[in-house]
């Protein structure tokens, strides 16, 4: 099956730094991948849809200047956490759906990154 | 997004058959009902999906009710790693994004 890899799968942080979190695509091209974070005993929140070539569409809430995502390529999405606060710490998780498929098939999820920030 | 209601949670029997239910009364003609699950500390893995009817696969079987407002996800022998937090969601043909809701945490009694 498809695969999709996360990384780094942890990360600690000072306060103040950004951080940044790779999502791939392993054997097949996504043209859409999806971002969602993650707090303790929590549902997924979806962030926001990165497209590739494209500027990313966020969800009503989420600050773009402050999760910056960029998808240059058919199997790369990164998500960076700016100036990140103690209030950002939560697991951070990305999907992608292959490109072949179609919208109502299924998406692959990254194993996820859980982001502690001191 | 037409809404899915699901227990907080369920226990089960190792070895027994689990029945996760599902309600979607508001679900659109273009919903596809898609089920995922979490694994402690993972990314959610893609369990089972349909549109109308009932579907099987290795890992479960989905049955879908007539009306479509209801569905069941049907694990036919738990085993302690199916315990996880599985999520009933509603899927739009026309719009890429799954939105999760807060699922149901399936433990699993040995």
């Known amino acids: 099956g498809a695969v999709v890899s996360q990384h780094p799968s942890r990360v600690i942080c000072k306060s103040g730094t950004s951080v940044k979190i790779e999502c791939r695509s392993l054997?097949?091209?996504?043209?859409?991948m999806f971002w969602y974070r993650q707090f303790p005993k929590q549902s997924l929140m979806l962030m926001a849809t990165s497209n590739e070539g494209s500027k990313a569409t966020y969800e009503q809430g989420v600050e773009k200047d402050k999760f910056l995502i960029n998808h240059a390529s058919l199997t790369l999405s990164t998500l960076t956490v700016t100036s990140a606060h103690p209030e950002d710490s939560s697991f951070y998780i990305c999907s992608a759906r292959a490109e072949s498929t179609g919208s109502y098939e299924k998406l692959f999820f990254g194993s996820g990154t859980q982001l502690s920030v001191l | 997004d037409a809404k899915t209601t699901q227990p907080n949670s369920m226990e089960s029997n190792e070895e027994e058959p689990v029945h996760l239910p599902c309600n979607h009364s508001t679900i659109s003609g273009t919903d596809y009902i898609h089920w995922y699950r979490q694994l402690p500390s993972q990314g959610p893995e893609y369990v089972i999906h349909?549109?109308?009817s009932n579907v099987n696969n290795r890992m479960a079987s989905l049955a879908i009710a007539e009306d479509r407002k209801s569905s069941t996800l049907i694990l036919h022998r738990a085993t302690l790693r199916d315990a996880a937090v599985y999520y009933c969601?509603?899927?739009?043909?026309?719009?890429?994004?799954?939105?999760f809701g807060k699922g149901t945490r399936l433990h699993i009694l040995p």
């Open positions: 054997d097949f091209q996504a043209t859409t």
């Open positions: 969601i509603l899927r739009d043909v026309r719009d890429d994004k799954i939105i």
């Open positions: 349909g549109l109308t």
